[in-house]
Nanobody, 123 residues
């Protein structure tokens, strides 16, 4: 599956953004979808993932971010609220054909990656 992320931008602390990830290919609904992010000088980190019926979040975004998907439009979303300067990063959407409850937060579980979209939160 090919992925195209969009929706990044510059926002003040406390503001909101919604990222989108459009997927091309068949069987979108069967994929586990997710988001990772990478801030300058940091390793890439897990943000959120969504299966057919469950969602998973990192502790740093839980309660502020919401991941969702539209299987008709083959699109995944990340609604980000109460943004902090620490959320500044390039955000990548990812997809996997299988799900592991143990390893869903690891990069190696995902074999399709989008190009990334920059999110900058000013203080």
């Amino acid at each position: 599956v090919q992925l195209q992320a969009s929706g990044g931008g510059l926002v003040q602390a406390g503001g909101s953004l919604r990222l989108s990830c459009a997927a091309s290919g068949r069987s979108f609904s069967s994929y586990v979808m997710g988001w990772f992010r990478q801030a300058p000088g940091n390793e890439r980190e897990f943000v959120a993932a969504i299966t057919g019926g469950s969602t998973y979040y990192s502790d740093s975004v839980k309660g502020r971010f919401t991941i969702s998907r539209d299987n008709v439009r083959n699109t995944m979303y990340l609604e980000m609220n109460s943004l902090k300067p620490g959320d500044t990063a390039v955000y990548y959407c990812v997809a996997s054909g299988y799900f592991s409850i143990v390893y869903y937060h690891q990069e190696s579980q995902y074999d399709s990656w989008g190009q990334g979209t920059q999110v900058t939160v000013s203080s």
